[in-house]
């Protein structure tokens, strides 16, 4: 093998094992980020309620955290309790010392005050530091959770409830809410495109747990 030959093939070789280093570091790095960007589904306005613990909450108080947001009313006898389950269980999941919180919405904010809520809170192990239970005036919750988070809300009729608790047919999904109040979806393994998460699903935990921490490495401003 002549010289010239001998350079060309440490060239090519060279070459190959330099393309091969870049792929496995561009792989390592796509594991380090996260997957796919989680898509924007839409921006938060500002509104401010009150948690269990009769303080306010409002979306600037939320800023710079990233957080997990359904919806339930106390004497439900239907999917909340299920629902109020799963998010205790994704609290205890949570990544500690890290700026996450979880917000439940009341769609019955007339019976479910503040001392109501936090009973309820309390038969979950809530942490208050971590969980909020919010209420305040009908139509401020029903704008955020109808335009905002685009969940279904609709009061019962009297004359259409089957028993004293059959008061609402609301939405049963878990909502990701991002360091800048903005709605994230995201994209299962086959490409489709979701805007929230199935509480009835025994994968959503996972799938939730790990949009969280994909957020978190996100920068919490856009500026």
């Excluded at 093998?1 to 060279?14: A, C, I, N, Q, S």
């Excluded at 805007?195 to 959503?204: R, V």
């Amino acid at each position: 093998m002549t010289e010239p030959t001998r350079k060309t093939e440490r060239l090519v070789w060279g070459g190959l094992i330099f393309i091969i280093a870049a792929i496995g570091g561009i792989f390592a790095l796509s594991k380090m980020i996260g997957g796919k960007p989680l898509p924007v589904i839409g921006q938060l306005s500002a509104f401010t309620l009150t948690n269990q613990n009769g303080e306010p909450v409002s979306l600037s108080s939320l800023g710079g955290k990233v957080w997990v947001a359904d919806i339930i009313f106390t004497r439900c006898a239907g999917p909340c309790p299920t629902m109020t389950h799963h998010l205790a269980e994704l609290q205890a999941a949570l990544p500690p010392n890290e700026s996450v919180r979880l917000v439940t919405l009341t769609s019955d904010p007339e019976y479910d005050t503040p001392p109501v809520l936090k009973r309820y809170a309390a038969r979950f192990g809530a942490d208050s530091n971590r969980w909020d239970f919010l209420t305040g005036p009908k139509p401020e919750i029903r704008r955020l959770a109808i335009n905002d988070f685009k969940f279904v809300v609709v009061d019962v009729k009297p004359e259409e409830q089957k028993n004293a608790e059959d008061l609402f047919i609301h939405s049963t999904w878990f909502v990701l809410v991002d360091q800048r109040g903005q709605v994230r979806g995201w994209t299962d393994s086959e490409g489709r495109l979701h805007a929230y998460f199935d509480s009835e699903d025994p994968s959503a935990r996972t799938e939730i747990l790990s949009a969280i921490k994909q957020l978190l490495r996100e920068p919490a401003s856009s500026t």
